[in-house]
């Protein structure tokens, strides 16, 4: 009976994350906000408070951060099984679409590159533009971090390497750490309660595996120079070096994935593209790429691969933070560090708002207007971007 029990819970799970999975639109945030009404509002797995923290956890944390905060509900209601059934029916939808895409790049390349691309690339740019403009709201209400923010775009312009915005990432939490360590910073009220036994234990080995194949991949790939290792440190070191999640994703992987020449230019900005109207997380824009590759793995069994590589860092990294979550997120270290991260990854993404979206999406004067319109109607009248992707490839099309 417990088993029969167990297996009821999983399922439960795994059809709930499916149904969001299919209807969660509109990015992280939105994402949250639809997992509160789910499961805070509705179902009652979880207190406001329990939910708040995952939050917090997840926000601290590299990653998608809506997909880490659905692992984090299916752990609590169902243990790792749950967190995994929850995962999958969350990814899959977007995850099969991306693919499907992905094939239609590929057979019907000759339109796929002509002005029906055009308004996936336009898509693509109002989409980033929105996003610069309500992280930089929130993450950068002062001049410091305003010009944090832009000494770090300027930077990854000039030197435009995945290693480039790794260091500056932890350059931003040291310059976070200096400046504003001495404010006074609100903090959550300190636990008194420490993690010991069993718990801790398991989760200390969760890190360990996350840094044992952060540091391994490379060497290894380098060892053996098989195109599937390559592919899985790429998309393994993009998961586990994100922070911020969404669309700051889009520099990082840029480099891995263009600059060898795995996948054109066009074809990467095409798939940004097509991403932003698709439910779930973003990060399934992995999945597409995967498929779309030029070489083996590619197909379905690429998108799997780059799926799988791009998440896993991102799972370990809950399963292995959330049993000391409690006492670390009170530090005030943490949180003045946090402040100098999120301030560079504004700039990060704005340097990837210019290279490669703007310069691959606006060619003239027309796609200028297309543009600052699907800008207008994603910022200010709340247009589905589905709706926005339909009107920027039929107006670029025709």
């Known amino acids: 009976m417990i088993g029969i029990k167990k297996n009821k819970t999983i399922f439960e799970i795994l059809a ?46 590299p990653g998608p951060a809506s997909s880490q905060v659905g692992f984090c509900i299916g752990i609590h209601r169902g243990g790792i099984a749950g967190g995994l059934a929850a995962w999958l029916g969350f990814t899959a939808p977007s995850a099969v679409l991306m693919i499907a895409f992905a094939y239609g790049v590929t057979l019907y390349s000759s339109i796929m ?41 300027g930077i990854v312009l000039v030197i435009p390497t995945s ?10 939490g040291i310059a976070g750490y200096g400046l504003f360590y001495r ?20 989760g200390a080995v969760f890190l360990a595996l996350f840094f044992l194949l952060l540091l391994l991949l490379p060497s290894l790939s380098s060892i053996n120079p098989n195109r599937t290792l ?15 999640g969404g669309h700051v994703v889009l520099p990082l992987i840029q480099t891995e994935v263009v600059t060898p020449g795995w996948i054109t230019e066009d074809a990467f900005i095409a798939g940004y593209g097509a991403a932003q109207a698709v ?64 301030a560079v990854v504004v700039g990060i993404l704005l340097a990837a708002l210019y290279h490669p979206v703007w310069t691959q999406a606006v060619h ?35």
């Not at 993450?139 to 971090?145: A, G, H, I, Q, V």
């Not at 543009?371 to 339909?390: G, P």
């Open 279 to 342: 439910p779930g997380p973003l990060f399934t824009f992995s999945a597409y790429l995967g498929a779309a590759m030029n070489s083996t793995p590619n197909g379905w069994r690429g998108g799997l691969i780059a799926l799988a590589a791009i998440f896993l860092p991102a799972l370990l990294l809950v399963l292995g933070v959330y049993p000391f979550w409690e006492s670390l997120r009170a530090k005030t270290s943490i949180q003045a560090a946090l402040k100098g991260t999120n």
């Open 163 to 172: 290693w480039t915005q790794v260091a500056i990432i932890l350059l931003g």
């Open 113 to 153: 590159t002509g002005n029906l691309l055009r308004g996936f690339k336009i898509l693509a740019l109002a989409v980033v533009a929105q996003a610069v403009l309500g992280m930089a709201r929130s993450l950068c209400p002062d001049r410091t971090r305003i010009t944090l923010a832009l000494i770090a775009a």
């Open 183 to 202: 404010e006074n910073i609100p903090s959550e009220k300190k636990q008194t309660h420490t993690d010991t036994g069993k718990p801790g234990t398991r």
């Open 16 to 61: 709930t994350f499916l149904k969001l999975g299919c209807s969660s639109f509109g990015g992280p945030v939105a994402h949250l906000g639809y997992f509160r009404n789910e499961f805070v509002a509705r179902r009652k797995w979880l207190s406001e408070s329990a939910f708040a923290d995952m939050v917090a956890l997840c926000q601290f944390l």
């Open 230 to 244: 390559q592919v899985v440190d790429s998309f393994y070191r993009v998961g586990a070096l994100v922070f911020g």
């Open 364 to 398: 003239d004067f027309r796609d200028l207007l297309i543009a600052v319109a699907a800008f207008c109607l994603l910022q200010f009248w709340k247009v589905s971007v589905v709706f926005v992707l339909i009107g920027c490839a039929l107006v670029s099309y025709f």
